[in-house]
């Protein structure tokens, strides 16, 4: 019965740790968080929105680029630190074409990204979420 139990305790283990892998948990490689995304948010100027996310590998290590479709495009870069990632965007084309400002995302358990994220010239800070969608090619 000790031996079933043991068993039974590597199984879940073993399980407990891939799915932290493939869900983009703390031993997710950095990665993970490359690919498309269904999004949604509010903008700091207090409108809801919702599009596409688009994220690449960028030059450097730990560096992801990033592409709004959201009204128009938005292109940014940033940085992933351990979960935390920090993002510099700017419109390129679009309804306001010079609108520019920050993003920050939580790197979620289930692949999913939770953050904020701001326009130079608004005091206001707005959010963001994006889930993960396999239906969009990278």
Known sequence: MTRIRL????????LSASAC???????????????????????????????????????????????????GIQEGVGTLAGER????WATVSGVDATAHGKAVFEVQPDGSLIGTRTIVGVDA?????????DDVPD
Do not use: C, M
């Open 85 to 88: 990632l920090e993002v510099s």
């Open 7 to 14: 068993a039974a305790l590597v199984v879940l283990l073993s």
């Open 21 to 71: 892998v493939l869900t983009g948990g703390k031993d997710a490689t950095p990665d993970s968080i490359v690919g498309s995304y269904l999004l949604n948010g509010v903008d700091p100027t207090g409108a809801e929105y919702a599009g596409h996310l688009f994220i690449q590998s960028g030059e450097g290590p730990d560096e992801y680029r990033l592409q709004w479709i959201v009204n």
């Open 125 to 133: 800070v707005g959010t963001e979420e994006a889930f993960p969608n």
